[in-house]
């Protein structure tokens, strides 16, 4: 049976970037909660070890952060030769949902 302490080295491979080695305890969670369900008893699985495996600190708090005109201006400037490209109106974007100021 893995230990908390192999979960702990599965994620610590990721340390570079916290986000992707949390992502990774995440599914692993899932996973075993998956296979600790009445439905799949034949699996043996009585015990979630990725249950206790304390995640990383993320690099950047809050998500990430809302693009400006000038950012959908530049990707729109990039994309826009792009074959079969489907440029996104700024209306279409959530900030610019919120803030209609942004649509032009």
Not at 27 to 44: I, K
Not at 77 to 84: F, I, L, Q, V
Request: positive net charge; aromatic residues 6%; glycine residues 4%.
């Amino acid at each position: 049976m893995l230990l908390k302490k192999g979960f702990g080295i599965i994620r610590d491979r990721k340390k570079a970037t916290p986000e992707a080695a949390n992502n990774r305890v995440k599914r692993l969670r899932a996973m075993f909660r998956w296979a600790m369900l009445s439905t799949n008893a034949e699996l043996g699985i009585s015990s979630n070890p990725a249950r206790d495996v304390p995640k990383l600190k993320p690099l950047r708090k809050g998500g990430f952060p809302l693009w400006k005109p000038a950012d959908l201006d530049k990707f729109e400037a990039a994309t826009r030769s792009a074959p079969n490209h489907a440029s996104p109106s700024r209306c279409s974007c959530s900030p610019a949902r919120a803030d209609p100021t942004w649509c032009s």
